[in-house]
Structure formats: structure tokens, C-alpha cells
């Protein structure tokens, strides 16, 4: 057949693309952030107001948008000892016990972050320079989590009822 052949995606598969895409995106904002300061700063002793207040707080965002991007593929840093030597059935059961350990991990950190988020707000918490309230950054790194607790249940679901769908979440299937 062709290299032409149309790439089947579902739904979900495009809305995991996308906060994959968005993470990307994140990781552009924090280096763009710091390139343009470290510039600024080296060749025009100038620095951007709240440089670092925004580049924390970007960066809290792109850890929380990172760990939704990475937690559905599995590509996050792994210890695959006992996963190695297990056979198939007990490498699927090994998976699907640390996805529903990582699910309640990360559901557990979504509900306290939020009650963060929450605080941020009610405390009138601000940047130092140019006084913008912080709790948007936090809304949209909880936002990161919340996405991370959805894929990370979505894996949960494929791994016990579609093991094929999870194993195969790298490769781009065509039809033929």
C-alpha cells in the first residue's frame, strides 16, 4: 500500500495530542522567558519586571502540564526489575496496579492543589513588580493536573479493557 494511507485517530487519541501539544507549548513560553531575560539582562543591563516571579511561575505550570503529558504514555522515569522478569499476564498486572497507585497519587495532589489555587485567590497573592495576582498561574498548572488525572484514567481503562491500545500509544497506526 501507499505511504499516503489515511492516519485513523479517535477523539480521545486527539484530545491526549493536545495536551501533549500544550505542554510543548509551555516548555517554548519558560524558554523563551528566560532567553529573552538572560539576553536583556547580559547585553542591556535591563531586566523585565517580574522576570522571575513569571518564570517560577511558568515553570510551576510546566511541571504540572508535563506530568499529564507524561503520565499517559508511560514515559516517565521508570525501575522495570520485577517488570522485566514478569511474564505477560504479571507485566499487565504490574502496569495496571502502579496506573491505579499513580491515579490516586496524582487525584490526591489535583484536590490539594486546588484548595492551593483557592488560597492564592482569597490571599490576594501578587508578583512583586508589576502586582498581578498569582492564582491564575496556579489555575492553569491545576488545570495541567487535572488533565494529568484524566489521562492517567483514560490509561487505566485502556489497560484493563484494551491493552493493545496502551501498548501500541507511541505508534502511529494507518489504514490499509
Not at 30 to 37: E, H, K, T
Not at 45 to 72: E, H, Q
Not at 141 to 158: C, H, P, Q
Request: net charge neutral.
Amino acid at each position: 500500500m501507499s505511504g499516503d494511507a489515511p492516519v485513523v485517530r479517535n477523539r480521545m487519541d486527539r484530545f491526549i495530542d493536545g495536551i501533549e501539544l500544550l505542554a510543548a507549548c509551555f516548555v517554548g513560553i519558560v524558554a523563551v522567558d528566560i532567553f529573552v531575560s538572560v539576553l536583556l539582562r547580559y547585553f542591556f543591563a535591563v531586566s523585565i519586571p517580574d522576570s522571575y516571579d513569571f518564570g517560577k511561575l511558568l515553570l510551576g505550570i510546566l511541571i504540572f502540564w508535563g506530568i499529564a503529558a507524561t503520565s499517559y504514555r508511560g514515559t516517565h522515569i521508570t525501575v522495570d526489575l520485577v517488570w522485566a522478569a514478569a511474564g505477560p499476564r504479571g507485566k499487565r498486572l504490574i502496569d495496571i496496579f502502579a496506573t491505579l497507585v499513580l491515579l490516586f497519587v496524582v487525584s490526591v495532589q489535583t484536590a490539594m492543589l486546588f484548595d492551593k489555587v483557592r488560597l492564592t485567590r482569597e490571599d490576594n497573592v501578587l508578583t512583586f513588580d508589576l502586582r498581578l495576582p498569582t492564582w491564575p498561574f496556579a489555575l492553569v498548572a491545576w488545570l495541567g493536573d487535572v488533565s494529568a488525572v484524566l489521562l492517567i484514567a483514560v490509561r487505566t481503562y485502556r489497560l484493563v479493557f484494551h491493552p493493545t491500545e496502551v501498548a501500541d500509544a507511541g505508534v502511529v497506526r494507518t489504514v490499509e
